[in-house]
């Protein structure tokens, strides 16, 4: 198993709609963890820090599930401006973060 | 406050030359890193300095080497460049190595 998964996507959504994209991690010690957007050739941008108690920043909510080992991040009233790749990121013993993949969205007018 | 710069943003090479790309940051973080980002790899560490004087490997260290400066400078080298090494590079900072980063502009590398 790979140590952080995405589903690659991509999500096509009206704008408006609710959407949410999971991350599953392995390493069951990890205790802090990041979603970070990514424009078509820009660097990653800090989205939001996921800890246990999860977080809110207006439209986007993120939850830890450690029982599953997974975080969310939960978007709603989808913005066009939302299009990006998400990437989440974990905690690694061995080289202190993992990114995964990433997660692409795209919303539609 | 310019966060994380770069140099250069862009560079084409031939098989077999040399160039080193530069990071600064000005957040006064401890902790820097290198990463190489390809189609459908994501982001993928080389290496990465957890504080001033300390450099380590990351997941796929071959072919680079790196040198942390000083606290602000942490610089990348491609000794004998190979067309596997044709990525995006970016360069990113946190004030521990468990915090969140902070993500240059990048570098897109062509090795022909």
């Known amino acids: 198993r790979k140590e952080v998964e995405q589903d690659p996507g991509p999500f096509n959504v009206p704008e408006g709609a609710t959407v949410a994209f999971n991350c599953t991690y392995s390493n069951s010690a990890s205790q802090s963890f990041f979603w970070y957007r990514q424009d078509c050739r820009k660097e990653p941008k800090l989205l939001m820090s996921?800890?246990?108690s999860g977080n809110e920043d207006g439209r986007f909510t993120a939850q830890l599930n450690r029982a599953s080992q997974y975080i969310s991040l939960l978007i709603r009233d989808s913005k066009l401006s939302d299009s990006a790749t998400y990437l989440c990121a974990a905690p690694s013993g061995t080289y202190k973060y993992i990114f995964g993949t990433g997660t692409r969205l795209k919303v539609l007018a | 406050n310019a966060g994380v710069t770069q140099t250069p943003k862009f560079q084409v090479l031939k098989t077999g030359q040399s160039m080193t790309l530069q990071c600064a940051q000005d957040m006064n973080h401890n902790s820097m890193y290198w990463y190489r980002q390809d189609p459908g790899m994501g982001l993928r560490l080389i290496y990465y300095?957890?504080?001033?004087?300390?450099?380590d490997k990351g997941e796929v260290p071959n072919g680079y080497n790196v040198s942390r400066l000083n606290k602000r400078e942490f610089s990348l080298r491609l000794e004998s460049a190979a067309p596997s090494q044709t990525s995006v590079y970016f360069c990113a900072s946190s004030e521990w190595v468990y915090n969140e980063q902070f993500f240059g502009p990048g570098t897109r590398l062509t090795v022909l």
């Open positions: 300095s957890a504080s001033e004087g300390t450099t």
């Open positions: 996921v800890y246990s």
